[in-house]
């Protein structure tokens, strides 16, 4: 399991993993989850139907019940989206902290390969985050990015999104988050217009192939 999340929003961190999943599914059967809520729209799927906040708030939190969240995307490559009401953020109460803890358990009994996207409810869902062979933190050479990440679980590895014009370079981000930048990805215009079709499965940029390095 790769979990990818961000100390703020609007760094990349969705587009990440949605071009991640992608790239596994490529060589393997690849079960994508969102607890940012941004998923549906990059892959251009209905997020209208139940999805984890229906699954976090049930009484009782059956196991099979992922089973039946899940949206297919292509042939290999299959999505858990938040569902309803996305733009409202995870704050979950004790019950609710116990199911991230279950979620956790139940993806790492998966036997395909699991990418969350986790954003930025990096701190309720530290169970899932803990749970994961890699934590990647995904960040743009951005001084407010950098500093919001502080308190953050240390990552196993770090994706950069550099920008022109940007005064922090990769040896700087590298010596505040203390561990060496694994995935540089130059910003891309391509990238963007993907994101607006909804149609990063079908329509990967080479800029993005860059991720392959950490599956």
Not at 194 to 202: K, T
Request: charged residues 20%; glycine residues 8%.
């Amino acid at each position: 399991m790769i979990s990818f999340y961000a100390a703020k929003g609007g760094v990349g961190c969705s587009v990440v993993a949605a071009a991640t999943a992608s790239l596994a599914s490529r060589s393997q059967s690849t079960l994508l989850v969102d607890l940012g809520g941004d998923q549906p729209a990059l892959f251009g799927v209905n997020a209208e139907g139940p999805g984890l906040l229906d699954w976090f708030r049930a009484d009782t939190a059956l196991p099979d019940a992922l089973s039946r969240l899940e949206v297919a995307i292509d042939d290999r490559l299959s999505l858990i989206t938040l569902g309803i009401d996305p733009q409202v953020a995870i704050r979950p109460a004790p019950s609710e902290t116990e199911r991230y803890e279950l979620l956790a358990r139940l993806l790492g009994l998966e036997g395909r390969r699991v990418v969350v996207d986790v954003g930025t409810a990096a701190h309720p869902a530290r169970p899932v985050l803990g749970a994961s062979n890699t934590a990647v933190l995904v960040s743009r050479a951005c001084y407010l990015a950098v500093r919001a990440a502080g308190p953050l679980l240390p990552p196993d590895e770090v994706v950069l999104i550099t920008e022109p014009g940007r005064a922090l370079r990769s040896r700087d981000l590298a010596a505040c988050f203390g561990t060496s930048i694994d995935v540089e990805l130059l910003w891309d215009p391509a990238v963007a217009r993907v994101v607006d079709a909804g149609l990063m499965s079908a329509r990967l940029p080479r800029s993005l192939l860059a991720l392959k390095a950490l599956l």
